[in-house]
């Protein structure tokens, strides 16, 4: 073999290599193992939630591993929910943004011990979850509590170390500092800190 092929054999070598490495940092959500039964109890992070959360005693189906009713204060808007189907149970920190600001560098078991803590779920609606998708806080925020929900998902991006992209970094920073000083959402408004816009990354 001459050198010249030798080298062209560890170019592609290199190449594939690369590539392989660049796709493995690709967000895929199975990556995130969720709704984990980790206290082995029988009931998965979900059921637990929507189990613990509710205001009254909760109904499970027959095998009492999936919650059915109950009675769910939404806090996005404050509504009342007694269907446990027709509620999700919201990352507040999305798995996807998560992962496109650090979490691609975690191995498995970190990547589910983050999908399963209680500190970044919340009982909320369908549709709105839906409606958030992966977005982060300068993006989307819920129709009211905003600055609880901002503290919140700004409190789990420094528990976990993720970072914000460097373009959104100030405004996501003026939010929180604005939130901590008591400003009220208008003032969050009216100060063009928050642009909402509609995402369809999957979460």
């Known amino acids: 073999m001459t050198r010249l092929s030798s080298l062209a054999l560890l170019m592609l070598s290199l190449s594939i ?12 959500r199975e990556d995130y193992p969720h709704w984990s039964d980790l206290d082995g109890n029988g009931l998965n992070t979900r059921h637990d939630l929507l189990a613990t959360q509710s205001t009254v005693k909760p109904s499970f189906s027959r095998d009492g ?8 204060v939404s806090p996005w808007t404050g509504q009342i929910y007694l269907d446990a189907f027709a509620l999700d149970v919201d990352h507040t920190v999305p798995l996807g943004y998560a992962h496109a ?47 609880q929900y901002i ?20 405004r996501a920073l003026a939010l929180v500092a604005q939130c ?22 999957e979460y």
């Open 17 to 28: 290599t690369n590539g392989l490495a660049a796709a493995d940092l690709k967000y895929h």
């Open 65 to 72: 591993k999936i919650v059915t009713r109950g009675r769910w």
């Open 101 to 147: 600001r650090g979490a691609k560098y975690w191995d498995r078991y970190q990547r589910e011990m983050f999908a399963n803590d209680v500190r970044n779920l919340q009982v909320v609606e369908k549709g709105l979850n839906k409606e958030k998708g992966a977005a982060g806080i300068t993006e989307w925020l819920p129709p009211t509590n905003q600055c």
């Open 151 to 170: 503290l919140r998902f700004h409190r789990i991006m420094k528990t976990y170390h993720l970072k914000y992209f460097t373009k959104e970094e100030p």
């Open 180 to 201: 901590q000083r008591g400003e009220t959402w208008s003032n969050l408004l009216e100060s063009n800190t928050f642009h909402q816009v509609k995402f369809d990354t």
